[in-house]
């Protein structure tokens, strides 16, 4: 048995902006979190729901990104954009991203850096949920060892240079540092687990989602305020060979057709496996208003 910790079910409200009825009345949630987590098996299991779009880490972020720079000082363009204009922009960037989605009900936008953006995410979506998949970073590292060594003949953009790639102790501290693939999600999450827009924040972890799909997609569709939708876990399909070959990772965002959790032997060495163990801060409860899927005690 599986439960939400202060799971509530969310109400869709109309929409505060106003614009074309077919963008403007769709609901807009996010899935983010940490790599090697689940996000992208998540979106290929809700991908299934006709009603839904979704996918692996679509470019909104950097792009939002970028024009919010656009916006701020420093910039040329900062003081003759007002706040209602810079709201009106970005909310367009979604709807306009978006456009040929128009027989879609929900798009679920994936990107690790949504974390971080909550103040901005939750003005322009008031309805939103964000969706952050977690695992055991220990595991997160072996996860991209293995890829990394099923790739030697392939020196892959996660590092700039050979100090940095020269061992599993200098790949991992890299990928650790809090601008890095794995350091900066973990940051951003954290920041967004104890801040104050926590409530809209449910924490999906990789194991659950993987020992018990169906019960662990139900409590995310009560969460979003969603009917139930029967999924199929024998049968699920996700790859973006071209996007992994680019970064020179292959198999980065390769889903198996089963859901199933796969016990294996990690490939780190004891102490580094250890030593990154010990980050999984979403297991403590307090101090955050965020919704935890976790498995019932007793």
């Not at 940051?187 to 924490?203: D, I, N, P, T």
């Not at 955050?288 to 005690?297: D, E, F, L, T, Y």
Request: proline fraction near 5%; charge should be neutral.
């Amino acid at each position: 048995m599986y439960d939400c910790r202060n799971s509530n079910t969310a109400k869709t409200n109309s929409n505060k902006y106003r614009g074309d009825a077919a963008l403007s009345n769709r609901n807009f949630h996010f899935i983010s979190g940490l790599p090697r987590s689940g996000s992208t098996l998540l979106a290929a299991l809700l991908l299934q729901n006709p009603r839904f779009h979704t996918g692996m880490t679509s470019p909104v972020g950097a792009l939002f990104s970028s024009m919010l720079a656009q916006f701020s000082a420093g910039s040329e363009f900062g003081p003759v954009i007002s706040q209602e204009q810079r709201r009106r922009l970005l909310r367009g960037l979604f709807e306009n991203y978006y456009a040929d989605q128009l027989d879609k009900d929900l798009i679920l936008d994936t990107n690790r850096m949504w974390c971080a953006k909550l103040p901005a995410v939750l003005d322009l979506f008031p309805n939103a949920k964000i969706i952050a998949c977690v695992r055991n970073v220990a595991w997160i590292m072996d996860s991209i060892e293995r890829l990394y060594r099923a790739n030697p003949y392939e020196n892959t953009k996660l590092f700039v240079d050979d100090i940095e790639r020269n061992t599993v102790y200098s790949r991992v501290d890299t990928l650790a540092q809090r601008n890095r693939l794995v350091g900066f999600p973990w940051a951003a999450l954290k920041e967004a687990y104890y801040g104050e827009h926590a409530k809209s924040l449910l924490v999906v972890d990789y194991d659950l989602l993987t020992q018990a799909p169906e019960k662990v997609l139900r409590l995310i569709y009560e969460f979003m305020g969603e009917p139930w939708f029967a999924h199929d876990f024998e049968h699920v399909e996700y790859d973006a060979p071209a996007f992994d070959e680019a970064l020179g990772l292959s198999g980065l965002h390769r889903v198996r057709p089963r859901v199933a959790l796969e016990p294996r032997r990690t490939i780190l060495p004891p102490d580094l496996f250890e030593q990154y163990s010990k980050l999984s801060f979403w297991l403590d409860s307090a101090g955050s208003a965020a919704q935890v899927i976790r498995a019932k005690q007793g």
